[in-house]
């Protein structure tokens, strides 16, 4: 238990960063407040940066694959915690005909009663003839799902997914993994990839975690996080991008492709580019490239219904 709490402490700390970000002009997020208490503490440049080319590459690789499917189509937020993705896909009329978030029950609990209790974002959720079942834990809509459920339990999730989130596993499905998968152990994630991978015939997955953790940056990354009894189970996948590749087109999926986010950052639009590094002046970028060098963003596709998910990526 400590080390689930661990992790979901981790949770809470990306949100205060992503607000943070939001708060010092790094992109727009009208719902974040709702969700994210203020904090107290400030972050580096560096990080604020790299949390803008996380959140906008993977919105830059979701739209394109809801545009590819016409909104015909389901999401999956794999380990989602806070994520705000389901109101600002509404605002940009492009919501899919499902979201459903999953996470450990304290988190899910958190989010639900944020929910309930904020009017900016309980009116934005569809239902149908206006019901919208709460429990303690969990969430549905005619659009929207929240749900409990440990991803090591493949029967649990499925049955959360399919059973009472009627997810069509026929109809193109993304799913989203925001620096989830490194704590689970490695033959587990693999299974939940290969599961998907079967389960869904047409899928595309995005997934944003650690990389190049074998030197000393990352051992050191590692031993910081013990120190809070948070344990990388999973960092065997992350020890290259070829190995966050291969745990995808070893498990069912057609192909896959991975980009440190240095890398990505410097495919994203310049002009966004330009406008960012103007908030805050960093005198020393080795720092950022060191950092940027041990994330990655990997995204993978199975397509048989040949909706075009082959052709989506960065540039």
């Known amino acids: ?9 981790t949770n809470d700390d990306a949100a205060q960063c992503k607000r943070f970000a939001v708060e010092k002009g790094y992109w727009t997020d009208p719902y974040i407040s709702q969700i994210i208490p203020k904090g ?5 440049p560096e990080i604020n940066r790299g949390y803008f080319a996380r959140v906008r590459s993977i919105q830059i690789l979701m739209e394109k694959f809801l545009k590819s499917t016409q909104c015909n189509c389901q999401i999956v937020n794999l380990g989602a915690g806070f994520d705000t ?6 605002d940009a009329a492009l919501s899919p005909k499902s979201f459903v978030e999953v996470d450990f029950p304290p988190v899910t609990s958190r989010k639900c009663h944020f929910i309930k209790t904020k009017k900016a974002l309980i009116e934005k959720i569809s239902s149908e003839d206006d019901e919208i079942m709460v429990s303690k834990t969990e969430m549905h809509a005619a659009d929207y799902h929240i749900v409990a459920a440990n991803l090591k339990n493949i029967p649990e999730l499925e049955k959360k997914l399919v059973t009472e989130c009627h997810l069509d ?15 689970i152990e490695t033959e587990r994630s693999q299974q939940l990839i290969r599961w998907i991978s079967d389960t869904f015939n047409t899928a595309f997955f995005i997934n944003y975690e650690q990389v190049n953790m074998m030197d000393r940056f990352g051992q050191v990354m590692m031993d910081n996080l013990k120190t809070r009894d948070c344990y990388l189970h999973g960092v065997s996948a992350c020890a290259s991008l070829d190995t966050q590749m291969k745990r995808f087109t070893s498990n069912g999926w057609t192909s896959a492709d991975s ?7 410097n495919c994203l639009p310049q002009a966004e580019i330009q406008r960012i590094e103007r908030i805050e002046m960093m005198d020393e970028r ?4 060191q950092l940027f060098s041990h994330y990655c963003l990997t995204w993978a596709y199975r397509d048989l219904k040949d909706v075009g998910l082959a052709q989506i990526g960065l540039t």
């Open 85 to 90: 993705t389901y109101w600002k896909l509404k």
């Open 1 to 9: 238990m400590a080390c689930e709490d661990a992790v979901i402490a």
């Open 169 to 183: 596993k026929d109809l193109p499905t993304l799913f989203l993994a925001e620096c989830v998968l490194v704590y």
């Open 40 to 44: 107290f503490s400030t972050h580096a």
């Open 259 to 265: 980009l440190e986010i240095s890398t990505v950052y």
């Open 286 to 289: 080795e720092l950022m490239h």
